[in-house]
């Protein structure tokens, strides 16, 4: 089994920052990717970032490229999403998700965006963006 742990999550003004952190233990994995959900109140959850399992590959969704980067440290198995420039709308809670990799290879796009394909998930930490 995997445990995600995330931290980082807390209040802020529109325009600050906020660095999330997500360290996964447990069963290891030759490969994994790494990334990152949220879940507004009332909205479905969405994907936020994600990367394969060297970090040579990243991959963001649309509304908060420029703003927000994600990255890893394998050393320590831990994700990283720097979150710049927040917004209101950014306010969620966050989930941190690992699933193995096969391909050592940066795969679509596609194969990062969707939650479903993530075996495991981290509690979740609230992020509150105030205008």
């Known amino acids: 089994q995997v445990q995600l742990v995330e931290s980082g999550g807390g209040l802020v003004q529109a325009g600050g920052s906020l660095r999330l952190s997500c360290a996964a233990s447990?069963?290891?994995?030759?490969?994994?990717?790494m990334g990152w959900f949220r879940q507004a109140p009332g909205k479905e959850r969405e994907f936020v970032a994600a990367?394969?399992?060297?970090?040579?590959?990243?991959y963001l969704e649309d509304s908060v490229k420029g703003r927000f980067t994600s990255s890893r440290d394998n050393a320590k198995n831990t994700v990283y999403l720097q979150m710049n420039s927040l917004k209101p709308e950014d306010t969620a809670v966050y989930y941190c998700?690992?699933?193995?990799?096969?391909?050592?290879?940066?795969?679509?796009?596609?194969?990062?965006?969707?939650?479903?394909?993530?075996?495991?998930w981290g509690q979740g930490t609230q992020v509150t963006v105030s205008s």
């Open positions: 998700v690992l699933k193995p990799e096969d391909t050592i290879n940066c795969a679509p796009r596609s194969d990062y965006v969707i939650g479903d394909e993530y075996d495991y």
């Open positions: 990367n394969n399992w060297n970090g040579g590959c990243t």
């Open positions: 447990g069963r290891t994995f030759r490969r994994y990717a």
